[in-house]
């Protein structure tokens, strides 16, 4: 089934109601989702009877590549793309044309009404992000790659982190260990968060907090191989850390165990909740139920989840202001955390398929306390 076709096609089909004959597409991402060409710099547009993707000569062979049966209009270097692709409006017809207002900048929308006064530009925000919430079997298949990749590369990084490692130097290797396993690069900066420091649920790793200060690991990392994978294991440190030397960072004391269990079953009151027709904020309460009764509902500062595919984060929205209803085909994280000031972080993230019924759980990996595999 040629998929990009078919998502040409559905984008087109209710334009018309929206007051536009014609879509230009500048968001690089969505031009991928509609063309599978990876490259930059480049516009699509799309009318009812033509498909044409604005780009330069520097991409000529990949395109050959990775989307050789696509009408292209390649621009000198004299020309900028909003210049070419003016010009492919105008030689299409074009007289409404939609614009993606979430991505475009007001500059840049300046530019574009300077390029022809029979042209008239309709700002629609989120068309191509709404169509790309509900995933493809293509795509589907694409994600559970990068989280196997991402899950190879938690391997080999638990078996090889030590003692005197610093937070940077855990988030460079997994980094490193990411591409080695196969992807092109990691989802988004790895996070690294040892002891106290996990209470910042996006911890910039330090190049002078180790390992060994701390009595436990939080590391948040993933996949990006095109599609991509989102993944948060909290890990008790496999080094025999001195209380004293632990308690100079660690000042205040709860029990790891207690915290950690709290997080899981959160997240199994998340999974039982999920079905295609849920509202995403009630999944998000069923997790945030638990937390609370537990006695740390102060301590879960951020919402559960997001939608995941060719961005770390996209559509749907699982938070309690989330008006996002669940569809059969989404796929989300599942984050819930405990971030206590002065003792740390645990946060538990797995990366789970929508189904007609319930879901599944994507991501393989053990969630126990363990670093060993």
Not at 100 to 123: C, D, M, Q, W, Y
Not at 284 to 296: N, S, T
Request: hydrophobic share 45%; with cysteine.
């Amino acid at each position: 089934m040629n998929y990009l076709a078919q998502r040409r096609a559905e984008l087109l089909r209710g334009l018309a109601a929206d007051g536009a004959d014609t879509l230009l597409v500048t968001a690089p991402v969505n031009v991928t989702y509609l063309t599978g060409f990876t490259g930059d710099s480049s516009f699509l547009v799309l009318t009812a009877k033509a498909t044409v993707l604005v780009t330069d000569a520097r991409f000529a062979e990949q395109l050959k590549e990775e989307c050789p049966a696509l009408d292209v209009h390649v621009r000198p270097h004299t020309k900028t793309v909003y210049d070419a692709a003016g010009e492919v409006l105008t030689k299409a017809g074009a007289k409404a044309v939609a614009v993606e207002a979430n991505r475009i900048t007001v500059a840049e929308l300046e530019t574009l009404n300077g390029l022809s006064g029979k042209l008239t530009f309709v700002p629609l925000a989120n068309r191509v992000e709404n169509l790309r919430a509900v995933k493809d079997p293509s795509e589907i298949e694409a994600v559970r790659g990068a989280v196997r990749v991402a899950e190879r590369a938690y391997r080999m990084f638990v078996a090889t982190i030590r003692e005197a490692d610093t937070e940077k130097d855990l988030a460079d290797s997994m980094e490193a260990y990411l591409r080695r396993a196969g992807a092109k690069a990691a989802s988004f900066p790895v996070i690294a968060a040892v002891g106290d420091r996990g209470a910042l649920p996006h911890c910039p790793p330090s190049p002078t907090r180790v390992l060994g200060d701390g009595s436990k690991l939080l590391v948040d990392f993933g996949a990006d191989c095109g599609y991509k994978s989102d993944i948060t294991r909290t890990v008790r440190s496999p080094f025999g850390t001195s209380p004293t030397r632990r308690n100079k960072h660690e000042r205040v004391g709860f029990d790891l165990e207690t915290v950690h269990a709290t997080v899981v079953a959160a997240q199994d009151a998340a999974f039982a909740a999920i079905r295609g027709g849920a509202k995403a904020k009630d999944v998000d309460a069923a997790a945030r139920k638990v937390i609370h009764k537990a006695g740390f509902g102060e301590y879960f500062t951020h919402g559960l989840g997001h939608g995941l595919g060719l961005e770390v984060h996209e559509a749907p929205r699982v938070r309690a202001d989330s008006a996002d209803v669940l569809e059969a085909g989404m796929i989300l994280t599942v984050e819930p955390g405990i971030y206590i000031p002065e003792w740390g972080g645990v946060r538990v993230e797995d990366d789970v398929l929508v189904t007609r019924d319930g879901c599944v759980r994507l991501t393989s990996l053990p969630r126990d306390l363990s670093a060993v595999l």
